[in-house]
């Protein structure tokens, strides 16, 4: 006889309370790169996510499971359950959701959010990523694996699933892990200079609060006045990984007598991955095109064939638009609430979207200026903390120049022109089928 999901939902809580543990099966190592060079972006971030998967699968053996069809209860609105419930000395508070149909299955991550939305409002402070969802179901429909792989990479989310299989009375749920081809669309392009969106906003000193080297005789800025330029920055990057955003952000400040010749010598740039880069996707005469992988493209133009023709048209460039907008909107807004004031007074600025790629090779803007801390978010600063891991690891390799690295790791962390010299680096376009960088 087949369990249906009450029946398997009461088996685990009653006969594998403390031990689900024992029922999991195919747990795996992660993916591993067997070159010295740095591996492709596609791989990282499936070996990331495989060992976040594992991360959870191995608290479970600490799983106790303290109850089975939880009630939350909300005044004034309905009351959902929680198939089981636990916590591990590991992993903390473990939601499981148990749809044992590829029916029912797809509604189970929507579910899940919502359990885990619940008690980070009744434990205010809780992160979702905090919280642990186990989703046990077959893993069948499209959907619900797309939806796993967008929660557990692109939302930052805790979750793991495991598909369950009954032979007579005996139960295992077996590690789901995705298909590598879930990976293939993160290009290393996505690094390339050309899929950078740069929000500059300069603006002018303001006397005793952000001053030029002027001040100390051309010896720098003033301490005052770095630590003022580095918390803008620290503080717009915060809100862009709170966002979801993939972005650099630095303070630059033009040399004193340079900058005597420009009313806003103070610069903040802010520099998004741009997904909907026009090098990557553009359309010309109905067809999607640009530099990135074939079968990406094509998925793209499925989506653009079965758009209303009088959508078709200016779709790509409106998104990237789209784009442009919120960035600006998410800079400006940040920059303002910086330089907010008890006097009222206005800070003269201006909004600019220049060329990665020319910022990085103008004296006037590269050179010529004092350019402070880095501060990185999302998918750049992810990959960025990996290749640290990898050069220092392998320090002593000739390739790596080791001579021309920091004796410490955190110099590499915040400081302009390490991670400069870094983030250059990963930019370089390729396949798999290509030699990586």
Not at 78 to 91: A, K, M, Q, V, W
Not at 216 to 238: F, Q, V
Request: charged share 25%; net charge negative.
């Amino acid at each position: 006889m087949q369990f249906t999901e009450n029946e398997l939902r009461d088996h685990l809580f009653e006969k594998h309370k403390d031990s689900l543990a024992s029922l999991i099966l195919g747990r795996r190592e992660p993916v591993s790169w067997e070159g010295d060079r740095f591996p492709p972006l596609s791989f990282l971030l499936q070996q990331i996510a495989e060992q976040k998967i594992n991360r959870i699968i191995d608290g479970l053996e600490s799983l106790v499971i303290t109850a089975k069809e939880l009630r939350l209860e909300k005044k004034g609105d309905s009351t959902t359950r929680i198939d089981l419930f636990g916590s591990s000395e590991d992993n903390g508070l473990t939601i499981i959701e148990l749809k044992k149909s590829k029916q029912t299955e797809r509604q189970a991550y929507t579910e899940l959010l919502a359990y885990a939305n619940h008690f980070c409002s009744v434990f205010p402070g809780v992160a979702e990523g905090a919280m642990n969802s186990v989703l046990i179901a077959p893993m069948e429909t499209r959907t619900v694996r797309d939806a796993f792989v967008q929660e557990l990479l692109g939302n930052n989310k805790s979750t793991a699933a495991l598909i369950p299989k009954q032979l007579d009375s005996e139960i295992t749920l077996t590690v789901y892990y995705p298909h590598e081809s879930y990976y293939q669309w993160f290009e290393n392009k996505l690094f390339d200079d050309r899929s950078m969106l740069t929000v500059a906003i300069a603006f002018q000193d303001i006397d005793g609060w952000i001053d030029s080297d002027l001040k100390t005789d051309g010896k720098g800025i003033p301490d005052y006045s770095k630590k003022a330029l580095n918390t803008i920055s620290s503080t717009i990057s915060h809100r862009l990984e709170a966002e979801g955003f993939h972005s650099l952000v630095y303070a630059s400040q033009k040399w004193g007598k340079i900058g005597q010749n420009f009313p806003y010598p103070n610069v903040i740039y802010v520099v998004f991955i741009n997904p909907f880069a026009s090098f990557r996707t553009t359309v010309d005469d109905g067809g999607i095109y640009g530099d990135s992988n074939l079968g990406r493209l094509e998925e793209i133009q499925s989506v653009y064939d079965q758009l209303a023709k009088d959508e078709q048209e200016f779709w790509v460039e409106s998104l990237e638009s789209s784009f442009h907008g919120l960035a600006i909107r998410i800079v400006r807004e940040e920059f303002q609430k910086c330089f907010r004031n008890t006097d009222g007074e206005t800070i003269g600025n201006e909004i600019s979207l220049p060329d990665w790629y020319g910022i990085k090779t103008s004296m006037i803007d590269a050179v010529c200026t004092h350019n402070l801390d880095v501060f990185q978010s999302g998918l750049l600063r992810k990959i960025y903390m990996r290749y640290i891991d990898h050069i220092y690891d392998r320090k002593e390799d000739d390739i790596y120049f080791s001579d021309d690295l920091p004796k410490y790791s955190y110099k590499t962390l915040r400081e302009f022109l390490p991670v400069w010299e870094i983030l250059r680096g990963l930019g370089l376009g390729y396949d798999h089928n290509e030699e990586n960088i």
